[in-house]
């Protein structure tokens, strides 16, 4: 009998939801902890809190999953006009985190300037069967193409569990003239390259300068002048960095490419000289 099939499949099917498509612009940058507060100020002047953005954040947690040979790191070194990755993101406490806990699975994917993501929401142990197994999730018919693309994927490219990714997130949104702006501080960004389980209780390592915030701005079709502004004014520095790459790199399962953002410990991790990997231009 199959989990849809067995004494939990109601909670099961409560749990899921359709999925969810979204294509956004997105410029990142860094950004010292000490200017935090300013940035923090300009955004509540004309965005709204994202209402679980209490307390300093919420937690996101990702697995990220690729081939061997790390295709779809390199795939982002290279600066490829089309690439994606899968994973798996929990949002909340890894502690509460259990097989029924709603977790997302997602493809994200760049084309041209374009980044789109599309995900499902699923119980956490349909997750890890979906993306560690490659059984299909038979009782969400509606999603059932998603489902099959994450096989095949899955399959096709030999995928496995291959880095972690951690930090706390503030979040803002726009409205009105704003309507799609997205803009987010995330705050003490980790990763590790082992212990799978999203709620293993286990140390993760900074991957990020622990004296630096990661902000993100999403935008449906433009971002406003008014953001670029208070970037320059801050002097936040924009950059090509992915945290899945950066704990790729960090943990040494690939060389130091040009836009690895240095840490403290990384010299405990390489004994190679850096690599600096040729990639495309940023657009």
Known sequence: MSQADGPDAGHLRRTASALHSFNRFEI?????????????????????????????????????????SLRYYWEKIEGLHF???????????????????????EIKQR???????????????????????????DHLPEQRPFLEEVMGLVDRHGL?????????????????????????IDHRVRGRDRDFHLGAEVENRLIIPPQKAVVEVKANE?????????????????????????????????????????VEEDHDVHSKPEHNAVAAPVH
């Open 28 to 68: 990142k940058y860094l950004l010292s902890y000490e200017d935090v507060p300013r940035l923090r100020e300009a955004l509540r002047a004309r965005m709204e809190a994202d209402p679980y953005s209490v307390k300093g954040g919420y937690p996101v947690c990702s697995l990220y999953y690729d081939s061997q």
């Open 160 to 184: 496995r569990p291959t880095a972690i990714t951690a930090y706390n997130r503030e979040a803002y949104l726009g409205s009105d003239a704003d309507l799609g702006l997205r803009v987010t």
């Open 111 to 137: 084309v041209n300037r374009v980044t789109q993501k599309r995900r499902v929401k699923v119980p956490y142990l349909l997750a890890r069967r979906l993306c560690n197994d490659g059984v299909l999730i």
């Open 83 to 105: 690439r994606r990755k899968l994973r798996i993101r929990n949002y909340g406490e890894r502690h509460e985190l259990t097989d029924e806990s709603p977790v997302y699975v």
């Open 222 to 262: 433009r971002v406003p002048y008014w953001v670029t502004d208070t970037a320059a004014r801050l002097g936040m520095e924009v950059v090509r960095v992915s945290k899945y790459c950066q704990s790729v790199e960090a943990h040494g399962l690939a060389p130091r490419s040009v836009f690895h953002v240095p």
